[in-house]
């Protein structure tokens, strides 16, 4: 089974600055055949369902805004909201899906 | 639009089944692979069971395996699970979860959640 490991676990940043939640794989989720990186992230509000931010690790889900990127390969992956507004206040996830399916435990962002 | 909608859930006592459902519409159900994710109170996000698109190939968490079935119906546009033999650790909200593609691919569109409660 793949273990998926964010940092930190929570992360307080003030409007306007940049927010970066890491994400660390247990074993690689690269796909030689395809060449991508079968990793997705997801914003989660209370409430609400899940929302697909980004997925094959950089690519953003239309309607996303731009201030939201990922990156990363491997087992090593980034996501970064360059400029926090304060609607961006929610639960983040990464989730591998080249091995089943597995999240990590969460990073909870906070507006300083 | 794409939409999902989940039903069922509710209280059970330790030991007892429950059934839910996610009736999907909008998109091709048929191409899709699913999934149920959970969150227990205070907890994170958990993915409990996955489905291909043609139902030939089904996962589980372990915590849940031989006790939950994962089903689809694609000529009702329905994805089911069916949960057996509960347990006071399975209370969560239950989502349903559209794959993009028919495997291996992230889920782009959830359901609004179910809670399920165990609890004597």
């Known amino acids: 089974d793949i273990v998926m490991t964010q940092s930190p676990d929570s992360l307080a940043v003030s409007l306007g600055e940049r927010a970066t939640i890491n994400c660390k794989s247990s074993h690689s989720v690269l796909n030689l055949s395809n060449n991508r990186n079968h990793l997705a992230w997801y914003q989660h509000k209370p409430g609400q369902p899940p929302k697909l931010l980004i997925y094959?690790?950089?690519t953003r889900e239309s309607g996303v805004p731009d201030r939201f990127s990922g990156s990363g390969s491997g087992t090593d992956f980034t996501l970064t909201i360059s400029s926090l507004q304060a609607e961006d206040v929610a639960v983040y996830y990464c989730?591998?899906?080249?091995?089943?399916?597995?999240f990590g435990q969460g990073t909870k962002l906070e507006i300083k | 639009q794409v939409q999902l909608v989940q039903s069922g859930g509710g209280v059970v006592q330790p030991g007892g089944s429950l059934r839910l459902s996610c009736a999907a519409s909008?998109?091709?159900?048929?191409?899709?692979?699913m999934n149920w994710v959970r969150q227990a109170p205070g907890k994170g996000l958990e993915w409990v069971a996955f489905?291909?698109?043609?139902?030939?190939?089904?996962f589980y968490v372990d915590s849940v395996k031989g006790r939950f079935i994962i089903s689809r119906d694609n000529s009702k546009n329905t994805l089911n699970l069916q949960m057996n033999n509960l347990r006071a650790e399975d209370t969560a909200v239950y989502y349903c979860?559209?794959?993009?593609?028919?495997?291996?691919?992230?889920?782009?569109?959830w359901g609004q959640g179910t809670q399920v409660i165990v609890s004597s």
């Open positions: 909008g998109f091709t159900f048929s191409n899709c692979a």
């Open positions: 989730q591998q899906y080249i091995d089943i399916r597995s």
């Open positions: 979860a559209k794959d993009r593609y028919a495997t291996s691919s992230a889920s782009d569109y």
């Open positions: 094959w690790a950089s």
């Open positions: 489905i291909r698109n043609d139902g030939s190939t089904e």
